[in-house]
Structure formats: C-alpha cells, structure tokens
C-alpha cells in the first residue's frame, strides 16, 4: 500500500490559509484539525471556514473532528464536501450510525482513537469505516513528541485489518518526522500526518517527498 501524506494545517499560517494549501499541492490530502475547546484543550476552525477550504484547496480535504457531540455535528462537513471525516471514538454515541451516515454523504469515514485509548473494542466495527486514526500525541496541539507506546497499537490494528481482509487505512497523527515515519510505517501505517515537520521545513515540496519516500522505503 503506497504511504500518503496528509500535511496538517494547524502549522500553516491561518491569515494565509490558502497560500498554505497552494504550498502542499503535490501531498495526498490535506489534513485539517477541527477543535471546540471541550474534547481537547484548543479552539481551531468550524465549518464555514472549512467549506472555504475544500473551495479553494487543490488537493482533497482530510478533516480531522477534535470536538464534543460529532453525531450532531461530523455529517455537515461531509456534505461541505470534505473527502474524509474523522471523528473521535471517545466522543461519539453511536459511532457506527454516524459512520454509515458519512458514507452515504460520500465520504470516507474515520475513526480516531486518543493514546490512551485501546482499539480492541472497535475490531469487530472495523468494516463500518474506511479509516481508523491512531493518535500518537495527545490531540490538542502541533509540534509534541511522537509517544513510542502507541506503535504495538498500529501494529494490533494492521494486524487485524489484515486477518479480515480489509481495506482499512491505517492514518497515523502527531509528532511524524523524518526521525519517526519510518518505525510508524514499519508498524503497519499508510497514511501520515504531519504538520510541523511539513510546514517548519526549507522546503515544503522536498520534505513531501522525503516523508514519502521514508515511508515507502
Ligand atoms: C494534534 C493534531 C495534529 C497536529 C500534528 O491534535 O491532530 O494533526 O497538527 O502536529 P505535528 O505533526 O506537529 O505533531
Ligand atoms: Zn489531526
């Protein structure tokens, strides 16, 4: 399975969002972090903006939903017209009816586990989603430190993906570098999230390439 990269835009400069869009055309899709100061700690962007955004982006929007009550509030961005839509396991009532909801939008559902969170329970659901999202930082904010305990995690979840021969994406977030895609890809993941190391880089357009490449290897 060939590596994506999703650059994360909480790293972008958000009074130039779309020259920050424009600056990762040659990523897979471009990942955008959707926080409502109650499920974590941070407040980001809603809806409005992120309709503005699959407007204006050239590559598909890969939204990522930080926030309280998704049931309510998830289908919305998929009729935005967000490629995918991912929102988190610990905050969802009923995560298999909005799962199938977003599909019947037409786009890919996800599910998202925080670090502390086992995917043991979620195993037999894995057919309901097209993307199971391991966190691998506390969700919340850029720029923190890979938490190496999550990679057995991505492992038992490739793993189980496998045995039912599925196509399940495996999407890994938080603290993906140059210095830890490889062990994360080693581990069973095939897309990667990255926002300060894309953004903070010389060159956006060459650390794409090098993340891609990392992985793939
Ligand atoms: C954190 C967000 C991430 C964040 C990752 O809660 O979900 O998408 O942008 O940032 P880095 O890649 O800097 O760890
Ligand atoms: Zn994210």
């Known amino acids: 399975m060939a ?23 040659t990523a897979d899709y ?6 409502d100061n109650h499920f974590v700690p941070n407040l980001t962007l809603g809806l409005p903006l992120v309709s503005r955004l699959v407007e204006v982006s050239p590559i598909p929007i890969d939204v990522h939903l930080m926030i309280e ?7 919305g961005f998929a009729e935005a017209g967000a490629a995918s839509v991912t929102f988190h396991a610990e905050a969802a009532r009923a995560p298999v009816r909005l799962a199938r909801e977003l599909r019947r939008l037409g786009a890919r559902a996800g599910l998202a586990l925080k670090p502390a969170t086992p995917v043991e329970p979620f195993l037999d659901l894995l057919s309901e989603i097209d993307m199971l999202l391991v966190m691998t930082v506390e969700p919340g904010f850029g720029g923190q430190s890979f938490i190496e ?7 038992r979840a490739r793993a189980a993906i496998s045995e039912a021969g599925l196509d399940v994406w495996v999407q890994v977030d938080g603290g993906v570098s140059r210095s830890t895609i490889e062990r994360i890809a080693d581990a069973g993941a095939n897309v990667f999230v990255a926002g300060s190391a894309v953004y903070g880089a010389a060159s956006i357009p060459a650390e794409i390439d090098t993340l891609r490449a990392l992985a793939n290897a």
């Open 149 to 155: 305990g999550t990679l057995p995690k991505i492992r």
């Open 3 to 25: 590596a994506l990269i999703n650059p994360s835009i909480l790293s972008a400069d958000f009074a130039n969002l779309e020259r920050d869009l424009a600056a990762i055309g």
């Open 69 to 75: 009550d998704p049931d309510r509030w998830a289908p």
């Open 30 to 35: 471009a990942h955008v972090d959707v926080m």
